[in-house]
């Protein structure tokens, strides 16, 4: 069965730096892609970052553009998102999800992917 799991969440100064985890397991193909996602109260789930896990491509909404980075190591089957000049903006809870069919055009869009895990708060607060 598919299954992602995130970790690394927690409370951060503004300015501050942050590293989530997404563990998953269960495909049985080589190539999909893994999103990260957050929401926050009020708003509507928005992509944050993906990447293909075999060619390593990357998209990233502009809003954190420079200050996060994705990226994946296909030994243990883990994608991370590190977070950096965190703002109290990015305060959400942040998901991680997987497709085997999503292309560049839909990276982002949350519709687009079929497994989620539970999630995990990120709060950034001084």
């Known amino acids: 069965q598919l299954q992602l799991v995130e970790s690394g969440g927690g409370l951060v100064q503004p300015g501050g730096s942050l590293r989530l985890s997404c563990a998953h397991s269960g495909f049985t193909v080589d190539d999909y892609t893994i999103g990260w996602f957050r929401q926050a109260p009020g708003k509507e789930r928005e992509g944050v970052a993906s990447?293909?896990?075999?060619?390593?491509?990357?998209n990233y909404r502009p809003s954190v553009k420079g200050r996060f980075t994705i990226s994946r190591d296909n030994a243990i089957n883990t994608v991370y998102l590190q977070m950096n000049s965190l703002k109290s903006d990015d305060t959400a809870v942040y998901y991680c999800?997987?497709?085997?069919?999503?292309?560049?055009?839909?990276?982002?869009?949350?519709?687009?992917?079929?497994?989620w895990g539970q999630g995990t708060q990120v709060t950034v607060s001084s």
């Open positions: 990447i293909s896990r075999s060619t390593g491509r990357t």
């Open positions: 999800a997987a497709s085997n069919n999503v292309g560049i055009l839909g990276a982002l869009l949350p519709n687009k992917y079929t497994y």
